[in-house]
T-cell receptor
Framework: AQTVTQSQPEMSVQEAETVTLSCTYD???????LFWYKQPPSRQMILVIR??????QNATENRFSVNFQKAAKSFSLKISDSQLGDTAMYFC????????????????FGKGTKLSVKP | EAGVAQSPRYKIIEKRQSVAFWCNPI?????LYWYQQILGQGPKLLIQ????????DSQLPKDRFSAERLKGVDSTLKIQPAKLEDSAVYLC????????????FGPGTRLTVL
């Protein structure tokens, strides 16, 4: 069974600085998808960034980028130029491609990291 | 494009009572998920529908939880009878089809069981 571990329950960063959130996962599969979701206090879960395991190039979305280390089963999120609106819970999630190609594709989440951006 | 809609946003009930949650996915999305998010944890899948059929309900406590998606559009999740440990946020998510890897989440329903 796949597991996702986020070892940092809480983090804080000053506005405009850079912060990195850690995520490790365990799987015996070779093809899969990894995601970072953001959940602000209003609770709406929003996709931040996604990574396909067969792609070596790290995904980037504006101020958000990942460091994907497949051999180490590590998937960290870097937020550059942090903004007050980045304050939220951040969840790392795994999706098996064996279920993706079929009709499943359910996500397995970590416990989350609470990020606070301070002015 | 409208997002995933859920209602109610909040619900408080006594233990052993019944409760139902409603979800309307993004128009045209074939796959619908219900997740349970207990405070301090990540969401955990309860049930997944593909159109109006159940794909995965292996983690649904079937003695008290039930869900349906009769016409392949909106869905209802019911708890009967509720227990204290059912206090959680219930999230609904939808996905366009099997070729899409992105799930879109609703705002959730926060259930408190007293």
């Amino acid at each position: 069974a796949q597991t996702v571990t986020q070892s940092q329950p809480e983090m804080s960063v000053q506005e405009a600085e850079t912060v990195t959130l850690s995520c490790t996962y365990d799987t015996s599969e070779n093809n899969y998808y990894l995601f970072w979701y953001k959940q602000p206090p209003s609770r709406q879960m929003i996709l931040v960034i996604r990574q396909e395991a067969y792609k070596q190039q790290n995904a980037t979305e504006n101020r958000f980028s990942v460091n994907f280390q497949k051999a180490a089963k590590s998937f960290s999120l870097k937020i550059s130029d942090s903004q007050l609106g980045d304050t939220a819970m951040y969840f790392c999630a795994f999706m098996s491609s064996s279920s993706y190609g079929g009709s499943q594709g359910n996500l397995i989440f970590g416990k989350g990291t609470k990020l606070s951006v301070k002015p | 494009e409208a997002g995933v809609a859920q209602s109610p946003r909040y619900k408080i009930i006594e233990k052993r009572q019944s409760v139902a949650f409603w979800c309307n996915p993004i128009s045209g999305h074939a796959t619908l998920y219900w997740y349970q998010q207990i405070l301090g944890q990540g969401p955990k899948l309860l049930i997944q529908f593909q159109n109006n059929g159940v794909v995965d309900d292996s983690q649904l406590p079937k003695d008290r939880f039930s869900a349906e998606r009769l016409k392949g559009v909106d869905s209802t999740l019911k708890i009967q009878p509720a227990k204290l440990e059912d206090s959680a946020v219930y999230l609904c998510a939808s996905r366009q089809n099997r070729l899409s890897d992105t799930q879109y989440f609703g705002p959730g329903t926060r259930l408190t069981v007293l």
